[in-house]
């Protein structure tokens, strides 16, 4: 049986890549991954957000270490930021180079490394540029800019994902992803739009963090951090819709928890099918897992390859295409059709 798959240009033994998290920040667990069947490695982010928090940190253990005499002049004018700018963010990167480094020396899958973008900034460049010629194989871009940033339209918003896209696109040979959220006003023609950018991949979708209250302590708190199957729904969906609408390859993302959810997302069309949350609930060798249960469903079926039914319940080549167009909820009812709930 064949489960190899080609994702944006590269071969992936596999179709389930391991998705960026936690789990994908050690060489050693990277290991762990490709032994126990992932298709590729998508590491952790290289997360500019977290490299501003401890920026605030930085400067003030600076601050009291050097003096501000240690911090560089910049117009004329001393400059933490430039001292930041040459110091953490340096590390921060050389970390990352080295995590690249050892993943590619410890594994034969292709190793896919990630940059958040979270604002517009124009290190995602020279970021892109330092990754590629670490080793990486691919590049994927986490892109979201939050909609309760009020300062900047919608237009601006939408522009930045062109920009970046091609900026990167044109700065790299390596194939790039762009990993979206759900949240855009005219979601299937921006994913259409996006995909002719230069770009090699689209990753439906990014799962975030939501907020919850403790009405005892009458606090904020986390709400789940992982997905649970039910959320699967909503990639499902759009892998569906999009599947043959892009001009790139499509990899699923959320709520990949069994390997029936593998199996949908390449009935709906995706080329790869990403999984995180599953391997927090239970362990890394749960890849292995669902492999076993995507090959003795396909054995079942009499498929030996995936083409053989991959993207057969997508919108284009499904008996009712309507179905995912379909908004109100409905149901048969007492013989009559499409009774609204
Ligand atoms: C603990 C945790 C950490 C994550 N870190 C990242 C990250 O650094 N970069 C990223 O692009 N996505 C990150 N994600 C999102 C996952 O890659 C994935 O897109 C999301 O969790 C939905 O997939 P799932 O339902 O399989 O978890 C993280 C998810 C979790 C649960």
Same mark, same amino acid.
Request: hydrophobic fraction near 40%; charge should be negative.
């Given at each position: 049986?064949?489960? /190899?798959?080609?994702y944006?240009?590269l071969?992936?033994p596999?179709?389930i890549?391991?998705?960026s998290?936690?789990?994908?920040?050690?060489v050693?667990?990277?290991?762990?991954?490709?032994?126990n069947?992932?298709?590729?490695?998508?590491l952790?982010s290289i997360?500019?957000e977290?490299v501003?928090n401890?920026?605030?940190d930085?400067?003030?253990?600076?601050?009291?270490?050097?003096?501000?005499?240690?911090y560089?002049?910049y117009?004329?004018?001393?400059?933490p930021?430039?001292?930041?700018d040459?110091?953490?963010?340096? @590390?921060?990167? +050389? +970390?990352?180079?080295?995590l690249?480094?050892?993943s590619? =020396? #410890?594994?034969d899958i292709?190793v896919?490394a990630?940059?958040?973008c979270?604002?517009?900034?124009v290190?995602w460049?020279?970021?892109a540029?330092?990754?590629?010629?670490?080793? #990486?194989?691919?590049?994927?871009?986490?892109?979201?800019?939050?909609?309760?940033?009020?300062?900047?339209?919608r237009? @601006?918003k939408? =522009?930045?994902?062109?920009e970046?896209?091609?900026k990167v /696109?044109q700065?790299?040979?390596?194939?790039?992803a762009l990993?979206?959220?759900?949240y855009? /006003?005219? *979601?299937g023609p921006?994913?259409?739009?996006?995909?002719?950018?230069?770009?090699?991949?689209m990753?439906?979708?990014?799962?975030f963090f939501?907020p919850?209250?403790d009405?005892?302590?009458?606090?904020?708190?986390?709400?789940?951090v992982f997905?649970?199957? /039910?959320d699967?729904?909503?990639?499902l969906?759009w892998?569906?819709?999009?599947?043959?609408k892009v001009n790139?390859d499509?990899?699923?993302?959320t709520?990949?928890h069994?390997?029936a959810a593998?199996?949908?997302?390449? *009935?709906?069309g995706a080329? =790869?099918v990403?999984v995180?949350?599953?391997?927090y609930?239970?362990?890394?060798?749960?890849?292995?897992?669902?492999?076993?249960?995507?090959e003795t469903?396909?054995t079942?079926?009499r498929y030996?390859?995936?083409?053989d039914?991959r993207g057969?319940?997508?919108?284009?080549?499904?008996?009712d295409?309507a179905?995912y167009?379909?908004?109100q909820?409905?149901?048969?009812f007492g013989?009559? +059709?499409?009774?609204?709930?």
């Amino acid at each position: 049986m064949d489960i /190899t798959t080609n994702y944006m240009g590269l071969m992936l033994p596999t179709p389930i890549i391991a998705g960026s998290s936690g789990m994908t920040g050690s060489v050693k667990q990277v290991k762990v991954l490709a032994d126990n069947g992932a298709g590729a490695v998508v590491l952790k982010s290289i997360f500019e957000e977290e490299v501003m928090n401890e920026y605030a940190d930085f400067i003030q253990t600076a601050k009291k270490k050097y003096g501000e005499s240690r911090y560089f002049d910049y117009d004329g004018q001393r400059n933490p930021i430039e001292y930041y700018d040459y110091v953490i963010r340096e @590390e921060n990167l +050389k +970390k990352y180079i080295e995590l690249i480094e050892g993943s590619k =020396a #410890a594994v034969d899958i292709p190793v896919i490394a990630s940059i958040n973008c979270f604002f517009y900034s124009v290190e995602w460049l020279s970021y892109a540029v330092n990754l590629q010629r670490a080793g #990486a194989d691919a590049l994927e871009l986490n892109m979201f800019f939050p909609p309760t940033d009020f300062k900047h339209s919608r237009e @601006e918003k939408e =522009a930045l994902y062109f920009e970046i896209a091609e900026k990167v /696109t044109q700065a790299v040979s390596v194939p790039v992803a762009l990993k979206i959220s759900p949240y855009f /006003t005219n *979601l299937g023609p921006m994913i259409q739009r996006l995909s002719e950018t230069g770009i090699k991949g689209m990753v439906l979708f990014n799962r975030f963090f939501s907020p919850d209250f403790d009405i005892d302590k009458m606090e904020v708190k986390p709400s789940f951090v992982f997905s649970s199957p /039910t959320d699967l729904s909503l990639s499902l969906r759009w892998i569906a819709v999009m599947a043959n609408k892009v001009n790139c390859d499509l990899a699923a993302s959320t709520g990949v928890h069994d390997a029936a959810a593998v199996i949908k997302q390449l *009935l709906a069309g995706a080329d =790869a099918v990403q999984v995180a949350s599953c391997l927090y609930k239970n362990g890394l060798q749960h890849l292995k897992t669902l492999i076993d249960g995507l090959e003795t469903w396909m054995t079942a079926k009499r498929y030996s390859e995936l083409s053989d039914f991959r993207g057969k319940l997508s919108q284009e080549r499904s008996a009712d295409p309507a179905v995912y167009e379909r908004a109100q909820f409905m149901r048969y009812f007492g013989g009559k +059709k499409n009774v609204i709930l």
